[in-house]
């Protein structure tokens, strides 16, 4: 077993995909960087903290894109930005089986921020083209860093997300939301309640992703592989049935007493999950058999 979270994205890219099969687009070598930190004084990365290209999983051609989240806790830029849409609108062209994003983000780069907030909308536009061709754009969460900010909205645009017990997903960063708000409000140090409202088990519970697995580089691979044709027309009814989904946790809420500091085992329990406050402790395939819609 080999931890997910703990392997940088090349690694990642290296022992997700089949061996030796990833091509990688404007790599290190070609020096492609963010014109903007130097100007700041900001160290710069040859590779803009995403790796891009093509390669094959389980036989089957796909596109890809990794996240680094050392360098700068993956924030996007905008070159950053633009190797991922540059990377959806050739799939556009050249129609691969799937798309990949092993998303590892903070969000919008800050040193960036109009460029960084510009390039997450265009990834969105360009993913939701994708989409719309028919071709299925997989999100892979379990990064040390989550995914917040814009590309936590560019997950949820997707077809699937496959996330483990120790990813993390959400519009607002723990950080972000003390910040604005105060610690009474979210204490970003506590990292119980940090994961009991973020983290993969409470995505999963809450039906904001589509696949649990362990923190496990092959799980998150059989995971892709499993997923690799599946394909979320952009309806009306998919939109009908999303929202459905959200009438009946805002109703839940409703029920919640907001003055008890575990909010996140009130929901579960409000959506029909029993003995709620044992979810941190369950291992990950126990949680998998209590999801009820």
Known sequence: MISYAECSARERLALLLDPGSFHEWLPPSERVMSPHLAQLGVPSAFDDGVAVGR?????????????????????????????????????????????????ESGGVRLHEANAGLIAVSEVMRSLLDVRAAGIPVLVLIGGANGCFGGMGIVARCADYIVMSDVGRLAMSGPE??????????????DRALVWRTTGGKHRWLTGDCDALVEDDVAAFRAAAI???????????EALEQEHALLTKRLHALDTIDTTDRDEAA??????????????PELSVEAVRALRTA
């Open 55 to 103: 390669a094959m999983l389980d036989g089957r051609s796909v596109f890809v894109a990794a996240q680094e989240g050392a360098f700068m806790g993956g924030g996007v830029g905008e070159v950053h930005g633009a190797k991922l849409v540059g990377l959806l609108q050739r799939a556009l062209r050249d129609r691969p089986a799937a798309v990949l994003l092993l998303a």
């Open 176 to 189: 972000v939301i003390e910040a604005s708000h105060g610690v009474d409000e979210f204490d970003s140090r």
């Open 226 to 236: 499993a997923a690799i044709d599946v394909s979320k027309p952009l309806t009306l």
């Open 266 to 279: 009130l929901l579960w329990s409000a959506l029909g999950i029993a003995d709620a406050r044992q979810v």
